[in-house]
Nanobody
Framework: QVQLVESGGGLVQPGGSLRLSCAAS????????IAWFRQAPGKEREGVSC??????YYLDDVKGRFTISRDNTKSMVYLQMNSLKPEDTAVYYC??????????????????????????WGQGTQVTVSS
């Protein structure tokens, strides 16, 4: 059974950092694209970052601040978040889909990850950026 469990969320001041972790089980991580999504209250879920093989995607709003990494040997995926802003406040979800690419396509403001094509989701972890 494919399972994803996020951890590492919390309350942080603007300008601070957090590292989210996603523990994967029930499948071979190297065979999957792994992404981080977030959803703020009253807003649509949006793809923040995705990593597969040698390819990485970042939402424009987080480029230069967030870094995704994965350790296939430990079945772990991470999202290092630096220079956090209040607008980064959201529930962050780890998601996975089998394959060699991150499902994405044209969307509002540029290329966006396609949430509907990810087949496994974690329960989410809250990130709150506030002074």
């Amino acid at each position: 059974q494919v399972q994803l469990v996020e951890s590492g969320g919390g309350l942080v001041q603007p300008g601070g950092s957090l590292r989210l972790s996603c523990a994967a089980s029930g499948f071979t991580l190297s065979d999957y694209a792994i992404a981080w999504f977030r959803q703020a209250p009253g807003k649509e879920r949006e793809g923040v970052s995705c990593a597969v093989g040698g390819g990485v995607y970042y939402l424009d709003d987080v480029k230069g601040r967030f870094t995704i990494s994965r350790d296939n040997t430990k079945s772990m995926v991470y999202l290092q978040m630096n220079s956090l802003k209040p607008e980064d406040t959201a529930v962050y979800y780890c998601a996975a889909v089998a394959g060699a690419f991150c499902p994405a396509g044209p969307g509002r403001g540029g290329v966006r990850l396609r949430a509907g094509e990810f087949t496994a989701w974690g329960q989410g972890t809250q990130v709150t950026v506030s002074s």
